[in-house]
């Protein structure tokens, strides 16, 4: 398995489709120096570092909503062909003709996708914080260093679920066209589809929201609703990293900023930051290893002739 998965990763980073992540790489050298930090730095934030990934001032839209969004077309992409393209090829046969189980042929193409998405989030937030603090001259706190670690994992976790749902199509479905049509279609339902149903439902549910209890009902349904889909688990958590002062998770109660002043003078500890999401990569991960566990049963026993 181990020469596998370094083959494996040598074709990641040797394929055309690398430009595609390189290029991420480079969005985010962009982001860096296009977001307006000194309109940052008149808010005053204690945590600059943190404000920087979702900040829309002087760029479209901020990288926060960018990996949110386009994140999960770079995991389609390592995996949507991972193992139909094999099949088509003929490459598969032979390749299992040699004495290699075909639990290492699988595990070692998903870790291997799996590391080079790791490989490329780390390096555009080290290139975001870099460029930061060659602007700005200062470099953030260890509390910071710690929320942004922990973002790189959720963002992980985010994206390896997307590869897993890939890998499946790849490993379900024939056609390499088509594997890739019906991964950007979950991705487009679990994406769009479950937020404009939330809303949806939320309003049916709660039609007029004239006190501030019903307002809190209304959006904890559609909270709820929205945690069924990977993309709403992602930003509920990267919310509670990026924001220790846990302004946006009040505001999903709808209380007016007029009467939270001073409500949250110190913010939330890095740690119990922590503990908060936790719940969210641990739904991420189980959603992806049910993905992987459907695809590794049904490549285990499929017949694979030359």
């Known amino acids: 398995m181990t020469a596998l998965f370094w083959k494996e990763l040598a074709d990641h980073f040797g394929r055309r489709r690398f430009t595609l992540l390189l290029g991420l790489v480079a969005l ?41 969004f386009f994140g999960p077309v770079i995991g389609v992409a390592l995996g949507f ?14 390749l299992l003709a040699q004495p290699i189980h075909r639990d290492g042929v699988y595990l070692a193409k998903f870790f291997a996708a799996l590391l080079t998405l790791a490989i490329v989030i780390a390096s555009m937030m080290v290139v975001v914080v870099g460029v930061t603090m060659f602007r700005m001259g200062i470099a953030p706190q260890g509390e910071e260093i710690v929320r942004l670690v922990g973002l790189g994992l959720v963002a992980s976790a985010y994206l390896a679920f997307w590869l897993a749902l890939a890998i499946t199509a790849s490993v379900l479905l024939r056609n390499t066209v088509t594997s890739a049509l019906a991964s950007i279609g979950a991705w487009f339902g679990l994406g769009f589809l479950v937020t404009l149903l939330g809303g949806v439902i939320a309003q049916r549910a709660v ?5 501030a209890a019903e307002a809190a009902r209304r959006i904890s349904i559609e909270s709820w609703i929205n945690r069924l889909s990977p993309a709403g688990l992602f930003s509920e958590a990267a919310a509670i990293l990026l924001d220790p002062f846990g302004g946006r998770a009040i505001n999903l109660f709808a209380v007016e900023q007029s009467r939270l002043e001073g409500l949250l003078a110190t913010p939330v500890s890095a740690a119990q930051s922590i503990q908060l999401v936790w719940p969210h990569v641990v739904v991420l991960v189980a959603m992806a290893a049910a993905l992987l566990a459907a695809s590794y049963v049904r490549f285990i026993r499929e017949e694979i002739r030359a």
């Open 28 to 68: 985010g050298l962009l982001w860096g120096a296009f977001v307006d930090l000194a309109a940052l730095a008149r808010q005053g934030r204690q945590f600059f570092f943190l404000d920087v990934f979702t900040s829309a001032s002087g760029v479209p839209i901020s990288l926060l909503s960018f990996v949110s």
């Open 81 to 94: 062909d991972a193992i139909n393209a094999e099949r088509a090829q003929g490459t598969l046969a032979r």
């Open 207 to 211: 039609p007029d929201a004239a006190t």
